[in-house]
């Protein structure tokens, strides 16, 4: 039962009781946006709603050697000689790992079988890495001998290892702008009662222009990333990730990553961890995250407090911040400047974000060290409203932080993290894009997928491309999410699904078998030496747009531009051709290196 289902019984509940339209009234006459939250919160406690909660799930899984020992087992059978499924194996024995108690021989023992893996997989330098691991968490003495001799075996062979692929070094192709250097200076921030806030271009563009930069204030990992993944600095890291101390849901990449997570956001997180990850989704996930990244910026609630009523950080955006001293602090201004649209939702959408809201807010104040740092009701009804704005911003401000589309595999393996940034949030949808967003890491770089005129608009796509959905379902979706009716140039021509687009006549394919075979197999240096050809083509036949031919020619650019910045999952980097040459070259016996 997720937070949603819980909104739902609620619901259900009052309105089978015929007390629907008290309980509306009086949450619809509270004016503060705590208020509403904290009389949904008592709403709950009295329907002993919480106790449910408690009494289904665990707030953080304890470390226990059972579960460590079961995991590594599993990665023993993925990894065997039968089965070869290497990615599988090194996920169960990170999970082994998480759940290793303290000071037991089960953390050891993990990462030399994630160092046997390694070694197989022709991974020296990072086998190494677990080899040393495994050493400093005092790897069993009766074991040693495999260790001593795979290490051996690694530094005879180690510098057969090719060097990692540099991602490229991308430049925006435009002077910075002199408000806000990581933008291209030909774009303005715009506003019309219809569109709101929005940006456009005071020259032409064409396709493959980089006009913007961006870090994003803070990001969160995805749920079914924290084995594959560094929680702070996102990197796919998960051949030498090490566990948190306390929880067995979050890993690193190192110990300097480990101990700032400690230090700001996870010392809050942990204690309720896997209640997070269980009950509520990444919109949630990254509006807790902007919060809790926030209050440490100050060192008392009541200075946060002050800055966020002060009138000079209210109803800012990216284009009001002062650059030439860009602190995190500074960047908030923008963040907490995002809009949240309350006017526009009906009573029945608050309701339901304020039993989110109150659900987040009991379990972060009542189980974590968070009640401390408010220190009073005072300082909790501020961070609840904090919190409640955030939720309403998160779902149409921020971004979700994708790789390269992956064939056979879902969104879930291709977003990884959820980010919040000021520029980017200020581009608005179409269905039909005119740029294209790309991360390198969690730094997005934004580039021009269609020509835009001088005085054109910069279009961002949240999701709902005419290519995928049709424009009933674009239409629903986007109502229903963001509270505006679409009415770009997709939706007015009703343009057709990918499936049913019609080549143009006098148009060529730009791209043909030889692209898709290169790109699908993630070749860097044919997508570095071919994408410029897909962008000249693109801003050529602009005017053909929607067509067959464009609409291959831009997978094509696509794929070509996450190679080029690496935005390409290990696992996909690893063909199967690659896989099997390694099967074949295999010095150690298998059965020989695992436990």
């Known amino acids: 039962?997720?937070?949603?289902?819980?909104?739902?019984?609620?619901?259900?509940?009052?309105s089978d009781w015929k007390l629907i339209g008290i309980i509306s009234g009086k949450f619809n006459e509270l004016k503060e946006n705590y208020s509403k939250v904290n009389f949904v919160e008592h709403v709950l406690i009295d329907f002993k709603y919480m106790?449910?909660?408690?009494?289904?799930?665990?707030v953080r899984e304890e470390k226990c050697n059972k579960k460590?020992?079961?995991f590594r087992m599993l990665g023993n059978e993925q990894f065997s000689l039968k089965n070869r499924k290497y990615f599988q194996a090194l996920e169960l024995y990170n999970k082994s790992i998480c759940y290793s108690e303290p000071g037991s021989e089960n953390l050891s023992i993990g990462y030399a079988n994630r160092s046997a893996v390694l070694f197989e997989w022709k991974r020296f330098r990072e086998c190494l890495i677990n080899i040393e691991l495994a050493r400093k968490a005092n790897y069993p003495i009766r074991l040693m001998h495999k260790l001593d001799k795979r290490e051996k075996d690694c530094r005879k062979l180690l510098s057969t290892q090719p060097p990692d692929m540099q991602p490229y070094d991308f430049q925006m192709n435009f002077d910075s702008h002199p408000q806000v250097p990581h933008i291209a200076d030909c774009l303005e921030l715009q506003y019309t009662e219809d569109e709101g806030r929005f940006i456009s271009t005071k020259r032409d563009l064409i396709v493959g222009d980089l006009v913007a930069i961006e870090e994003p204030f803070c990001s969160t990992l995805l749920p079914p990333m924290r084995y594959i993944r560094c929680a702070t600095c996102k990197v796919e890291n998960y051949l030498s990730l090490i566990?948190?101390?306390?929880?067995?849901?979050?890993?690193?990449?190192?110990?300097?990553?480990?101990?700032r997570a400690v230090a700001t956001f996870h010392k809050y997180e942990c204690p309720i961890i896997d209640l997070l990850h269980r009950m509520f989704n990444k919109i949630h996930g990254i509006a807790l995250r902007v919060c809790l990244s926030t209050i440490e910026l100050f060192p008392t609630i009541e200075e946060l407090m002050a800055f966020c009523e002060n009138p000079e950080n209210q109803n800012k955006s990216a284009f009001d911040l002062d650059y030439t001293n860009f602190t995190q602090r500074e960047h908030y201004r923008a963040i907490h400047g995002l809009v949240t649209n309350q006017h526009l939702r009906s009573v029945s959408d608050l309701f339901q974000r304020s039993v989110v809201c109150a659900i987040l807010k009991h379990f972060i104040i009542e189980h974590t060290p968070l009640k401390e740092f408010l220190g009073g009701e005072e300082g909790e009804n501020f961070f609840t409203e904090l919190l409640f704005r955030h939720l309403q911003t998160s779902p149409s401000n921020m971004h979700g932080i994708d790789l390269v589309e992956q064939v056979n595999e879902t969104k879930d393996?291709?977003?990884?993290?959820?980010?919040?940034f000021a520029f980017l949030s200020l581009l608005n949808h179409s269905c039909a894009p005119n740029t294209l967003r790309v991360y390198q890491g969690t730094k997005a770089y934004l580039f021009v997928f269609r020509p835009i005129p001088a005085g054109g608009v910069l279009y961002d796509t949240y999701g709902a491309h005419f290519a995928i959905f049709s424009r009933t379902q674009r239409i629903q979706t986007l109502s229903m999410q963001y509270r505006f009716t679409c009415k770009c140039e997709a939706c007015e021509n009703d343009y057709p699904i990918f499936a049913k687009l019609q080549p143009k006549l006098f148009i060529p394919y730009i791209n043909?078998?030889?692209d898709m075979k290169s790109l699908v197999k993630y070749d860097y240096p044919y997508a570095l030496d071919n994408y410029r050809k897909y962008c000249e083509f693109l801003t050529q036949h602009a005017n053909a747009y929607p067509c067959a031919q464009i609409s291959s020619a831009e997978e094509c650019l696509k794929m070509a531009l996450h190679i080029l910045?690496?935005?390409?999952?290990?696992?996909?980097k690893m063909t199967k051709q690659a896989i099997k040459i390694y099967i074949q070259t295999c010095i150690l016996e298998l059965d020989a290196s695992i436990i």
């Open 68 to 70: 460590s020992s079961d």
């Open 512 to 514: 043909d078998e030889t």
């Open 1 to 14: 039962m997720d937070v949603y289902d819980i909104s739902d019984d609620l619901v259900k509940k009052l």
């Open 565 to 572: 910045v690496d935005a390409v999952p290990l696992k996909a």
């Open 51 to 58: 106790d449910k909660i408690l009494l289904n799930n665990k």
């Open 243 to 259: 566990p948190c101390e306390n929880c067995c849901s979050v890993m690193f990449c190192s110990e300097e990553c480990r101990d």
């Open 413 to 420: 393996d291709t977003t990884h993290s959820s980010g919040a």
